[in-house]
């Protein structure tokens, strides 16, 4: 669905004898965007196909493409998954499992990695790694963690992985562009309790992401999207002060010793 819909925006343009140059104009973006999009390098957003369809008087064409597409699974999830990631400006996640995949100490997410049996852990583990230098740049994005309590607990390796997974936590806490808090197993049920997902805020927008065994699931639809916010925030009321969750942490801490 993702190739046709590429492939219809270079027919449709050609069919109008239109240069990329008038497209991109259309779609207010670079002429190289054009390119890409019909080399299926980039991808339509809906406020584009939503002018396509206008201005070309298509009954909605482009839309519903888009629609199908974002229903099928997308065998290129995790690329697409890390080119959104590393062009966010604000990230949040709730973790209702492990610590997120941005905080994780290498030997936390080889253990992790390897529970999976996956034949290529080495690269696996170089390529979260590497997620991580977003982190480290310049100006690097505003990172937002909700981790329920039994994050903090349950062992991944043994005590001294837990334990420096811990202290790493403590000590990017501090950051002033990272925030961790804790939601304490006495809120009982909440929202949370569906399962953990991010949303990655960037030049296109909120961009909501899960992930289940055997694939991600981006979801690119402002709507949906924004209804991840909204779980965000409704979790957020159910979490400790910043300052009392990095006291359970070193609780946590110390019970691993």
Known sequence: MWAWLAHDLRFYRLQRDLSGDAVA????????SISRLENGEARLTERQTAVLDERWQTGGHFGRILWYARLGHDPNWIKQHED???EASVIKVFEALVVPGLLQLP???????AAGSPPDVDEI?????ARQAILAREHPPVLLVLLMESVLDWPVGDADVMR?????????SERPNIGIRVVPRSAKAHFGLDGSFKVMTGPSGDVAY???????????????AQSYVLRYDRIGQNALP???SRDLIRKAMEAAE
């Open 25 to 32: 104009k259309l779609l207010n973006c670079a002429r190289s």
């Open 84 to 86: 959104i990631e590393s």
């Open 107 to 113: 030997e936390y997410a080889r253990e992790l990695i």
């Open 125 to 129: 583990l170089g390529r979260r790694m």
């Open 164 to 172: 420096r997974q811990l202290a790493y936590l403590l000590e990017v």
């Open 210 to 224: 899960t992930e289940s065994p055997g694939g991600g699931r981006l979801v690119p639809s402002a709507v949906e």
């Open 242 to 244: 910043e300052d009392l």
